[in-house]
């Protein structure tokens, strides 16, 4: 849904649009002593810091030392860790020459608005040029693949989703609770693997929430997810993240690791029309960005733009799952992504084995190419397309 990407990382669904605040790009360790990079437009949390360390220095260690409390290491996806610091400890953390980077955590939040029925959005995938044909055809449903949506949780109990979903991990502040509070997380995994509105409808759904009933939370618990996800995901994978913030590198080079690892990222472009590369993680590398299309294959106007965006797909008035078992119609880049996730997940359950490059090689290639109305001067023209899956 279409989340508001104001000076927060937050949830890329336009179903108001998940927009996402810049943060900025954290400095390089200088000889001496470190920048600090805050949100200068983004929500920062305060005293809370993504801290990253140089090759060959401990997270553990280095947490330690200075006695940081609330600490999240990141070992496995990435060498840093998240805590609450002093003033005295940022200072000492300035000075450390092991330390590599440090950015000031920042807020992640989504809002959705509800729009009128307009179910077009899987006809459209399965076919090259309108008008829509009136069916969605397919001859494989995902089964044997497993989609990870890092988001508000997943309603496994949705009739739509069967016994196929259920929360893995949650952030710690929720302490074990990944349930769906906000909706947010159920329309998305809805669109990847919904009986009824899902494009892979017989995929395993697991959910990783980072974000509370109110669509907020932190990038250092987008990263925290990211690193459990490399460590126990289940393969063939695909994880779909519908949010987004300011540049982060740390969040970045956390979502390549994981693409990597063997699971195929999906994230939405966000909300701002902007550059999706001045974002993460849309603009991290080794993940597949989606931008938003309406029925009539027109950019959403709100659609982040630029290199960093390989395929639009549908995004604007697309219904699927909700709280309390029913349905609910939203718009954003939230919603464009999972299309993108779905198919990749169909895509696997034929060729399991394949990496990141191959899959995203084979879903630009067999994209429809010149279809996409509103596209600035350079833009890739690209619109998602399932082919015979």
């Known amino acids: 849904m279409r989340v508001a990407t104001r000076r927060l990382l937050q949830a890329a669904a336009v179903a108001t649009g998940v927009g996402a605040a810049a943060v900025a790009v954290p400095l390089l360790a200088e000889p001496e002593s470190v920048s600090v990079q ?11 810091y993504i801290v990253t360390l140089k090759p060959g220095a401990s997270t553990s260690a280095e947490s330690g030392r200075i006695g940081a409390a609330d600490v999240k290491r990141f070992d496995g996806v990435l060498n840093a860790f998240s805590a609450r610091l002093t003033a005295g400890q940022l200072a000492a953390l300035r000075k450390n020459g092991r330390v590599a980077a440090i950015e000031q955590d920042q807020i992640v939040k989504t809002s959705t608005v509800q729009r009128s029925p ?49 929360s893995v991990w949650s952030a710690p502040r929720f302490k074990g609770d990944g349930r769906d509070h906000n909706g947010h997380g159920t329309h998305v995994a809805g669109i ?22 109110y669509g907020s939370g932190s990038m250092s618990d987008v990263i925290a997810a990211a690193r459990w996800l490399r460590l126990n995901a289940a393969r063939p994978s695909v994880a779909n993240l519908s949010l987004t913030g300011n540049r982060s590198k740390a969040a970045n080079d956390a979502i390549a690791a994981l693409s990597r690892s063997g699971v195929f990222v999906t994230t939405a472009a966000g909300n701002d029309g902007d550059d999706a590369c001045r974002y993460s993680p849309a603009g991290a590398p080794l993940a597949f960005t989606v931008g ?50 779905g198919t990749a997940a169909l895509f696997l359950s034929h060729r399991p084995k394949v990496g990141f490059l191959e899959l995203q090689k084979w879903l630009i290639d067999t994209s429809t190419k010149g279809k996409v109305r509103g596209l600035p001067a350079g833009a890739r023209n690209r619109l998602l397309y399932k082919g015979g899956l």
């Open 38 to 48: 805050v949100a200068a437009n983004g929500t920062p949390v305060p005293g809370q």
């Open 192 to 213: 990847i693997g919904a009986a009824h509105h899902g494009v892979a409808k017989g995929v395993q759904l697991r959910s990783l929430r980072v974000l509370d009933e």
């Open 118 to 166: 307009l179910p077009w959005n899987l006809d459209r995938i399965d076919q090259r040029s309108l008008p829509l044909s009136k069916s969605y055809s397919y001859r494989r449903d995902g089964r044997g693949v497993t989609a990870y949506v890092i988001d508000t949780g997943i309603a496994a109990g949705h009739p739509q989703f069967g016994k196929r979903a259920r």
């Open 292 to 341: 938003a299309t309406d029925s009539a294959d027109r950019r959403a106007g709100w659609s982040n733009v630029g290199k960093c965006v390989e395929l639009h797909a549908p995004g604007k008035g697309i219904r699927s799952t909700w709280l309390g078992g029913g349905s609910r119609v939203a718009d954003g880049t939230s919603m464009a992504a999972p299309h993108a996730a």
